[in-house]
């Protein structure tokens, strides 16, 4: 038995999302099902980092898995690349030890939530990134993302659907900026982020840049440790988990 | 009755084509259909400035139709592009003279067609750029576009399927170049091409870039005036009906 660790990318635009679902299309199902294809008909279970919601994508998504098969990584890659369909890729595959583990191991997490704000719609991006057609005040953007940043409570930038009991996360770096095609960049890197997160503290900083909320609110809202304070929920086409962060 | 000019794009990856065919979702049967709703019911024909196959993407396709409403062009605009899916997108609307045709007013048409030679593929650009994973002499295939270039006989570049008899075409400019992404472009200027014939012309000059084919050889293909001699036709995924060019 060996066990792998894959880097792997999606287009999230026609998953259910990444976990196994009855009937639907996902990522984990169809790397599962080539994964089933490879070992003759054996069900081989796949570990993530972490889900990702329906529309959202991944460039660094992490996985592992055991196979009794002693194929060096870089067929592993080769053979999976080949069987899978051509929204999900192998990036990087490589033999770990049995005590590795996706999701228990992550140390940090990278994601990005891309925006474009002129005021036609692009038929090109329309899966990738948030189209919001509207002037952003960029420092008061800037100013509001230092309070997010550090351990809080996020019970107020978190679904209130989730089943989590502990909502202390700790977010280590916030940055801001245009890219060289002229689209707008939120990058987040923390220890873990709760359901809808990064969605909700988008919503909020856009409402910031639009001035109708005051960056210093961003404390009360931490505060207030209720849904209701924040932001609006913005939509998952714009969201990258970009990468996962372990030990070595 | 008012003639209204339109510029759209489309992403040409969830249509089958351009034009109207039975049962299929195609970018005409959208408008139409888009016109016919705000004309309650009355059927508005529309004329491009030629077709685009499946798969196939416009930034700047060029449409005209006419219609009993006295609608300022700005709210043509506005109107049909919020009944219009996301994948089409009206990015200008203006009203001219009813003597102005989309098609037979033609001068010059643009198309671009892009290419990543990466190793791995891509699942953000699967749509949007041919994969073609091979090492490219650039000045070969620099040299080569100079013998395409100029009024010819372009039978060999043009699919054996079609039944236009005159096939001399005048190619006012092709350029090869690497945008900012590191992606490559071929970009070509004529007064008018045959069907499948960029994506022909591009399949020859990547045979010349991988040294399969001399430079030179471009002559002798176009001598020989048989679909056979040139090199293969590339997917309609990376191209992209770029600018309609017109007297005014």
Redesign the interface.
């Known amino acids: 038995m060996q066990r792998i660790k894959m880097i792997i990318?999606?287009?999230g635009s026609a998953f259910f999302g990444y976990q196994v679902q009855p009937n639907q299309r996902t990522v984990q199902s169809e790397i599962e099902g080539a994964l089933k294809n490879m070992h003759k008909g054996s069900d081989i279970r796949i570990y993530a980092s972490g889900r990702t919601d329906a529309g959202v994508?991944a460039v660094g998504q992490v996985i592992h898995f055991d196979s009794p098969y002693k194929i060096p990584a870089s067929k592993w890659k080769i053979a999976l690349?080949s069987l899978l369909p051509?929204?999900?890729?192998i990036?990087h595959a490589q033999v770990v030890t049995n005590d590795f583990h996706a999701r228990f191991d992550v140390k940090k997490k990278e994601y990005r939530y891309k925006i474009e704000t002129n005021q036609?719609?692009?038929?090109?991006t329309?899966n990738?990134l948030y189209h919001f057609p509207y002037t952003l005040d960029y420092l008061s953007i800037k100013e509001a993302i230092k309070y997010l940043v550090g351990t809080h409570d996020f019970t107020s930038f978190c679904s209130a659907k989730t089943e989590v009991e502990d909502k202390v996360r700790t977010i280590y770096e916030i940055e801001f900026f245009e890219d060289?095609?002229g689209e707008l960049i939120f990058r987040f890197v923390g220890d873990g982020f709760l359901y809808n997160m990064i969605r909700i503290m988008v919503g909020t900083l856009l409402e910031v840049g639009q001035g109708m909320k005051k960056p210093i609110e961003i404390l009360e809202i931490l505060e207030a440790k209720n849904r209701q304070k924040a932001g609006k929920t913005v939509p998952g086409t714009g969201l990258y988990l970009w990468k996962v962060y372990y030990d070595n």
Do not use: C, E, L
């Open positions: 990318s999606y287009d994508h690349n051509n929204d999900i890729a990036g036609d719609r692009d038929v090109f329309r990738y060289k095609n």
